[in-house]
């Protein structure tokens, strides 16, 4: 099992924003997380990423890195492509002995061509479109082969056709490289087109669990409302 | 009763209250921060765990960059301070004193505490900046995530090029600061500039130099650790941000200032 998740809990001021949730996924599997905004999406990403500590519960996951697309991509403005994407490489002991400028080179041009974006090393951020940089966020996320792969919100704020783009990538760096991954979404499309499961929050726990397939025809109230778009039923805005 | 508790919680006083618990939590969690990382930096720095070529561009931004403003507040203060007691002093008798006095003065106090305030508003509220934009925008957490140390990759080298440059500065500014007050005591009192360097001598030991060059490492290392602390610590958006930064300032005044009065308790008291 890539990525076990055993009844976490994490309180910030006083208030369970993660009330015992577990779960698991295998690897070359795509778990989407969805619920509301502030249902604690987010929080389950940065716990099992060690961005922030838990306060009970158990986290396990794979030998090997745990990789985070961030939801604003987070690349480093004041470097440009080539060393943003080879930032670990270059930075970590273990691999700054293992690779030399030439061989970064050929694995930066290698990852920016299994995104897309060939021949942009030299590029800063701010030269780049919004789902560019999601995009070569994605390869400085898999540059060092890691065995999970923690996406947040990945096609917020893209146009349909780079969402579109976005989740085919998910796919294919599902397929080649077998990592169990992790998906926070709002949007369906993007459950549909790259998760095998889906776990739903609201208020911190789990309210349900099944397939895209199931998601759609259930009769979870939360599941139909979130699936409908719905203002009637359980889980109210106000109530965040 | 429950009507009384609900008025007291309106009440300015009880704002107040926590307004001044808020400050004080506010102060130790700082305070407490700023140590840890203080031994976090320097546990990188005595493994000699450091990226010179990181080392080698914030040494150019630290001292390169903040020379002209620390070089024009130093002399302006220097020349001020002629100008308030050359005329004064000459009239008195006292003209082969000038020298020694500017010089003592630039030496022991203007030119490293005045170098500190300039390097502050200069350096330390665009790293405190820079580091809180790297946080609200979620960078920080790309590093960690990316398992590269944010105090390895961004403290260390801004602290050691801080130890390194802000000597180097305090030696340009002084050296500015007593040619600027030799020039101000010539034009107001026409003291000669043989009789001021003359002087200069006299008020210039080396014990003086020691604890300048001192306290320029501390103030260097202080500036630098205090600024990214502040700016690490950010949160939210814009106005996080902001916050970081006129924190960054304030605390850095506040530790230069504390560390001043120490070393002048501990070397001239």
């Known amino acids: 099992m890539s990525i076990t998740v055993k009844n976490l809990v994490k309180i910030f001021d006083n208030k369970k924003v993660i009330d015992d949730v577990s779960f698991s996924v295998k690897d070359g599997e795509v778990l989407a997380v969805v619920g509301f905004s502030g249902s604690g999406k987010s929080t389950i990403l940065k716990l099992i990423c060690n961005l922030i500590n838990l306060d009970r519960g158990e986290i396990e996951t794979s030998l090997g890195d745990v990789a985070m697309v961030f939801q604003y991509s987070a690349l480093f403005d004041s470097l440009n492509v080539f060393d943003n994407i080879a930032f670990a490489l270059k930075e970590r002991k273990e691999f700054r002995k293992k690779f030399n400028q030439e061989q970064l080179e050929q694995i930066v ?38 065995k999970t792969i923690l996406y947040d919100e990945p096609t917020s704020g893209l146009d349909p056709i780079s969402s579109t783009l976005i989740e085919d990538y998910i796919v294919r760096v599902k397929e080649e490289t077998q990592a169990a991954s992790i998906v926070v979404t709002h949007q369906m499309s993007t459950i549909q087109r790259t998760a095998d499961k889906v776990i739903m929050l609201y208020q911190g726990q789990i309210v349900f669990k099944g397939t895209p397939k199931e998601m759609l025809s259930s009769s979870n109230d939360y599941a139909r409302q979130f699936v409908s778009a719905s203002l009637d039923g359980p889980m109210q805005m106000l109530a965040e | 009763m429950r009507n009384f508790r609900l008025y007291f919680k309106q009440s300015a006083t009880y704002q107040l209250y926590l307004l001044f618990t808020r400050q004080v939590n506010d102060f130790f969690t700082t305070l407490g921060d700023i140590t840890k990382k203080t031994a976090d930096v320097f546990s990188y720095i005595f493994k000699f765990e450091i990226d010179r070529k990181a080392v080698l561009e914030q040494s150019a931004r630290f001292g390169v960059s903040s020379l002209p403003i620390t070089l024009s507040i130093v002399g302006m203060s220097a020349i001020i301070v002629s100008m308030q007691v050359a005329g004064e002093m000459v009239k008195q008798g ?126 260097g290392a202080t500036i630098a650790i205090v600024s990214c602390t502040c700016g690490y610590n950010a949160k939210g958006g814009a106005k996080g941000v902001g916050i970081a930064t006129t924190k960054a300032v304030v605390w850095s005044f506040v530790a230069i200032a504390i560390w001043d009065l120490l070393f002048a308790a501990a070397f001239f008291f």
């Open chain 1, 109 to 146: 041009a290698q990852k920016l061509k299994l995104v897309g974006l060939e021949g942009i090393e030299r590029k800063f951020p701010s030269e780049l479109s919004g789902g560019m940089q999601k995009r070569v966020s994605f390869a400085r996320a898999i540059v060092t082969e890691p």
């Open chain 2, 94 to 219: 006292a003209g082969n004193y000038v020298g020694q006095l500017v010089t003592m003065l630039i030496v022991r106090e203007d030119g490293v505490i005045m170098s500190g305030f300039a390097i502050i508003s200069m350096i330390g509220s665009s790293l405190a900046a820079e580091i809180a934009t790297m946080r609200v925008t979620e960078q920080i957490d790309a590093m960690k995530a990316l398992k590269v140390d944010p105090i390895k990759y961004l403290f260390v080298p801004r602290v050691v090029s801080g130890i390194i440059m802000m000597p180097l500065v305090v030696i340009v500014a002084s050296v500015v600061g007593v040619l600027g007050g030799a020039v101000a005591s010539s034009i107001v009192s026409g003291l000669s500039y043989r009789a001021f360097f003359e002087s200069v001598w006299y008020g210039l030991y080396m014990k003086d130099i020691q604890v300048c060059l001192a306290k320029a490492v501390v103030f």
